[in-house]
């Protein structure tokens, strides 16, 4: 690396393809493209979850 700042000939977010192959849900397209909603709702109901299930136990037992 002699030339700092010199541009790339390709675009490694998109031709490395280690994150389409990583995503649970195929949110990350081959071509780049990025489905948010997919991303979003995997998520929430991956990591909300807990949370819900946490309040709901709590209520239950305030309410015994």
Known sequence: MSEYGQ????DPCIDCKLC????????????????GLACTT???REFMSG???????WRTA???
């Open 51 to 57: 949370l819900t299930s946490s309040a709901r136990t």
């Open 42 to 44: 995997h998520n929430y």
């Open 7 to 10: 541009a790339l000939d390709y």
């Open 20 to 35: 389409v192959t990583a995503c649970p849900v195929g949110a990350i397209a081959k071509d780049g493209a990025f489905d």
């Open 62 to 64: 305030r309410a015994s």
